[in-house]
């Protein structure tokens, strides 16, 4: 288990098996992303209360999820790079940030899209959406401290600590907010939630979790390629594996 | 030299070099008494409305002018060398950056608390909410102190530091300002405000025993 | 879509923009990073056939 563990972590087997596994990923997510769609658009029936603006669902709950998770794999990894002191999750931390961000402006926006018909408003203090917006300030603050460092390898450190410093503030400033939202119950808000979902709404929105996740999963190695090159190449196996032949070592 | 005295000793030294640079001290608070008359003038002097907008603004300009001093809390030390001999020295560096938290409190945090009852009354918070607005801001603002700490240790080998830190810890300092000013928000209506008062309490242990350790971490990555 | 057309798909939209987005963005990263790697392994190199012409003329 070690021994696999150890093989797995050195850079040069990761950037092989990473280049291997990133496209299949994709291709493969992609395709599942695609019929979700098409059982979220078309076959799944339109919601009794909601009507047929429920489908946004279907990318709001994915991409919000993603928002989540991704902070969550960045502080771990970063927490794993800081005490075991491997370039690889340090890596893997840093590539994941901005995929993250991404997602998490999506969450925002189809928020805004589905508050529109719902609330009636693009914009309500509502403590999902609150939370969506503190954890992309956070994406923020982690990208812009990464960037301000020359050096990666203090980049990785400090980004780091940030990152596992943010993933204790995170469940507290989620709590905090809902807390916050509870002390002015407006005229009565709607939670973006699909209610009693059924059979054949549910299958597309847990497909296109599952889709999503492995969309993540692919666009995470191929970027972590980038940033395992950019670690390593002073180091031996990149300079065989891009320079022409040495003419003598 | 034991720990208690170390920490003292490096609380006084934090507190005799501030008191000789008397413009660093005072402009924070000068920027907290301004923020908080800039907005009755942007406003209109409606007492109603000040009421209303009284706790948010007080606990945001306290919020603003903390970060305001967070920038030199570090730098004069790594610039003249005396941040290294503290991490080389044989004592903790948690405890040396705790000492220095403390100091930058006691000169910046509790002049804020002390004013603020003056400016409350511009505010026309009625006496329960000037009370909650001291007791929140006495609770909130060490928390802010420690995670500031944080923020300026990580930033403290970054050129141009200043909008950096403010993104990397007002996302972090958002609960304490959410507690302590709806807190002073409720009790200036006359409600019990013993739950966020527990909570910010909660917020400050959890920050007391935490952050001072990651600061040292991140002293230690910023010198090296 | 029931008068929420608009919604909807502008809600898909900004979904397939970002992942059209993230397939570029990492593209572009990764070809940036083989470029310095490369950059840099060039270098390496003509430093190294330097080295050996020298050690050359000097026997």
């Known amino acids: ?249 | 030299m034991n720990l208690a005295r170390f920490f003292a000793a490096i609380v006084r030294r934090e507190l005799q070099i501030a008191f000789k640079r008397w413009g660093d001290l005072v402009s924070p608070l000068m920027f907290f008494v301004m923020v908080a008359s800039l907005f009755p003038l942007a406003l209109s002097p409606q007492h109603e409305m000040l009421r209303n907008l009284g706790p948010a603004v007080l606990w945001i300009a306290a919020l603003l002018a903390t970060l305001l001093s967070l920038n030199a809390l570090f730098r004069a030390d790594i610039e003249d060398g005396s941040m290294e001999q503290l991490v080389l020295s044989p004592y903790p560096l948690a405890l040396a950056l705790f000492g220095k938290t403390v100091a930058h409190w006691l000169l910046n945090g509790l002049p804020l608390v002390v004013l603020a009852p003056a400016l409350a009354v511009t505010y026309y918070l009625p006496g329960e909410g000037v009370r909650a607005l001291s007791l929140t801001l006495l609770i909130g603002t060490p928390t802010l102190s420690l995670l500031g700490a944080v923020g300026a240790a990580l930033t403290a080998g970054v050129r141009q530091s200043g909008g950096l830190l403010a993104l990397l810890v007002l996302p972090l300092m958002l609960p304490v300002l959410m507690f302590g000013a709806r807190a002073t928000d409720l009790a200036a209506s006359g409600e019990q405000i013993s739950g966020p008062v527990y909570l910010l309490s909660a917020l400050f242990l959890l920050a007391l025993s935490l952050l001072p350790l990651a600061s040292a971490a991140a002293i230690r990555i910023s010198l090296d | 879509m029931g008068g929420y057309a608009q919604f909807v798909w502008g809600a898909f939209g900004v979904w397939f923009v970002c992942m059209i987005f993230n397939i570029i963005a990492a593209r572009r990263r990764f070809r940036f990073s083989v470029e310095r790697a490369t950059m840099a392994t060039m270098r390496q190199q003509h430093r190294m056939s330097r080295k050996m012409k020298q050690n050359e003329a000097r026997k």
């Open chain 1, 1 to 249: 288990m070690w021994n696999w563990f150890h093989k797995l972590a050195s850079p040069p087997h990761f950037y092989r098996l990473a280049g291997i596994f990133s496209p299949w990923l994709l291709w493969s997510s992609l395709i599942l992303i695609a019929i979700g769609t098409y059982g979220g658009l078309v076959l799944a029936p339109a919601d009794y209360q909601q009507g047929e603006g429920f489908r946004i669902i279907y990318v709001h709950v994915p991409s919000s999820y993603l928002s989540t998770m991704i902070y969550a794999l960045m502080a771990i990894t970063s927490g794993i790079g800081l005490i075991w002191r491997i370039k690889l999750a340090h890596a893997v931390a840093a590539s994941a940030a901005p995929i993250g961000a991404s997602f998490t402006v999506v969450s925002l926006l189809t928020g805004m899209l589905w508050g529109k018909p719902m609330w009636g408003t693009y914009w309500e203090w509502d403590p999902r959406l609150t939370s969506e917006l503190i954890l992309l300030f956070i994406y923020f603050g982690y990208m812009s401290l990464r960037a301000s460092f020359e050096d990666i390898g203090k980049a990785d450190r400090a980004g780091g600590l940030l990152a596992v410093v943010g993933v204790v503030n995170l469940p507290i400033i989620h709590y905090s907010v809902i807390w916050w939202s509870s002390l002015h119950q407006g005229p009565s808000i709607k939670k973006l939630d699909a209610p009693s979902i059924s059979g054949d709404m549910l299958w597309p929105l847990l497909l296109l979790i599952a889709a999503s996740t492995l969309f993540f999963g692919a666009i995470l190695l191929y970027r972590a390629r980038a940033e395992v090159l950019d670690r390593e190449h002073n180091s031996r196996w990149v300079q065989d594996l891009l320079g022409e032949r040495p003419g003598a070592g």
